[in-house]
């Protein structure tokens, strides 16, 4: 018996994958996803339009833009394994569609929760899936499906209810950092620092607004903390880690905005600390959060090493 090798090299093999791309679709398959757009559009125009609003008109939720692009770069990432599927339609996503449906309207008219109008959509798109591509298709597109729940801007009750606490605990921490300057005395009234220096009563108080709360910061590096967390090629316990830092990077960044404002009021020029100055100095923050969140992510790349599987440089198949 007679043995031929053939040698093919891995880059061979990558650039045959690289080759896939949605272009391979067939023009029905865009057809049908337009039509299918067309009608979830039309079945929840009034719920895109108020969303959409919302991240014009307010700018905790201006991320809200970026947030669909960022799924649809989640599925390019995945596209090879795809459009390698052969998805089978599942009518438990039939099922999961007419639920959403009948959900929708019974909830405008009888149970009266606004933030489940939103989240219908998106668990609409996820049974669209479930019964086009079956299980073997939300096998890859549930994180890209659920990534839209963070450009659902949350209810006014919860969102006041997050943001107190971080403006009072700011507040109190910047209290603690500014008496450490000299001739300065700083207390804390619910959200409001009182500043004595050098003996004079500075009026009005330093007000930590809901816009120094951190939550602008805190929805958007989380939903940044999800997409790094998912990219990375990491194990799944520096993952986890990853995506919690996101939580204390952001408290201890708005901590710094507040004290930062604190001593620009103080020192300098109350001036400084409101207006475009004080959006300014939140703009910085971010390089900070993304500064410190970049050198754990280093942090644990050196310092911990995952063992992998060996790399090959050649694939041999083997033909008798």
Known sequence: ??????????????????????SSLGVSIYIKALVIGSLLWYLFREEFSQVVSR?????SWSHGFLIPLFSLYFLNQRRIEILRL??????????????CI????????HFKVAYAKPLTVVAMLGAIVLFLGGWRLVKYAWLPVLYLI???PLPGRLYRSITIPMRQLAAQIAAVLLNFMPNLEATVNGVVIDVVYKGVRMEPGLDVAEACSGMRLLMAFLAL????????DRSVWQRIVLLASTIPIAVLCNIVRVTATGFIY???????AQGIYHDMLGMAMLPLAFGLYGFLAWFM????????????????????
């Open 102 to 109: 009948i959900f929708y309207p019974l909830n405008v008219i």
């Open 225 to 232: 903390g999800v997409a790094m967390a998912y990219l990375h």
């Open 55 to 59: 991240w014009v008109k307010d700018p």
């Open 301 to 320: 790349s050196n310092l911990f090493e995952d063992e992998g599987a060996p790399e090959q440089d050649v694939i041999v198949r083997t033909k008798d």
């Open 266 to 272: 103080i020192l300098w020029d109350p001036r400084y």
């Open 1 to 22: 018996m007679r043995t031929n090798k053939d040698y093919v090299s891995v880059s061979d093999v990558s650039d045959k994958q690289a080759d896939l791309g949605w």
């Open 86 to 99: 052969q998805p089978r339609p599942n009518y438990f996503g039939l099922i999961c569609m007419f639920f």
């Open 150 to 152: 963070f450009a659902i």
